[in-house]
């Protein structure tokens, strides 16, 4: 594809419920992150995965959050039983190979969270 | 733990005036450092430098690093309405994976 893409862009949920964002990489782009970015920040390293393996989820906040790349393309975080600071915008990154100097990671637009 | 300081937090111009945004990091095992320009949306790639001294540049936007001062300037001449942004500073760490540590990021705003 031209770029990342995810669904949905916007999201309402009511705290307690589960929910599934998606990613769809760059096609044949190796390497996929996610980061969560709160109002005011920079985007902080959720998760990564390189084709089916992930290899680092060190920055998933708590046990709720769950992410999978089943077949080393799409990728869907899921977050259980929604809070309040969960609450952000949640973006996808995708690069072309793993652990290259001067391999950029390109981004999607991301899926704003709103848990009310 | 590696950490990304970007200065100032935010700025307003007028158009024409030119800026210089502010990147300080600390890192284990520096591999790369990148700026991105993030407008309500995806964050999108400006530059990455790896060597200190070399100067990139497209258009009106040119950055540089320092690896022994630990800081990266990203410079905007001619500013423009259109260049109101976050600008956000990242650093890659050879022994942190292939994550991006950000900093908090430089709003910018060009006033006509």
């Known amino acids: 594809g031209a770029g990342v893409s995810q669904s949905p862009r916007y999201k309402v949920a009511k705290r307690g419920q589960d929910v599934a964002l998606r990613c769809d990489p760059i096609s ?10 709160a109002l005011g920040q920079g985007p902080e390293f959720l998760t990564y995965f390189q084709n089916e393996a ?10 709720r959050f769950f992410a999978e790349r ?7 975080l899921k977050i259980q039983r929604t809070q309040q600071e969960d609450s952000a915008v949640y ?26 | 733990e590696d950490k990304v300081v970007q ?7 007028h158009e024409g005036d030119t800026v210089t945004l502010n990147c300080s990091y600390e890192v284990t095992n520096f591999r790369s450092l990148l700026w991105y320009k993030q407008e309500k949306k995806a964050p999108t ?54 994550m991006l540590t950000f900093g908090g990021g430089t709003r910018l705003m060009v006033k006509p």
Not at chain 1, 91 to 115: I, K, M, N
Not at chain 2, 7 to 13: Q, R
Not at chain 2, 52 to 73: M, P, Q, V
Request: with cysteine; charged share 15%.
């Open chain 1, 91 to 116: 973006l996808c990154a995708s690069s072309h190979l793993a652990g290259a100097t001067g391999e950029t990671q390109y981004f999607g637009p991301g899926t704003r969270l709103l848990v009310l």
């Open chain 1, 54 to 63: 992930q290899l680092d989820k060190s920055g998933l906040p708590s046990d």
């Open chain 2, 45 to 98: 790639f400006l530059f990455m430098l790896t060597s200190s001294g070399i100067e990139k540049k497209s258009g009106r936007l040119s950055s540089i690093l320092d690896k022994k001062e630990l800081f990266s300037i990203l410079n905007i001449t001619a500013t423009q309405t259109g260049d109101s942004a976050v600008y956000l500073c990242a650093v890659e760490d050879n022994n942190a994976g292939n």
């Open chain 1, 70 to 76: 089943p077949e080393g393309s799409v990728s869907t």
């Open chain 1, 28 to 37: 044949g782009h190796v390497s996929l992150f996610w980061y969560q970015q």
């Open chain 2, 7 to 13: 200065s100032p937090l935010s700025l307003v111009v």
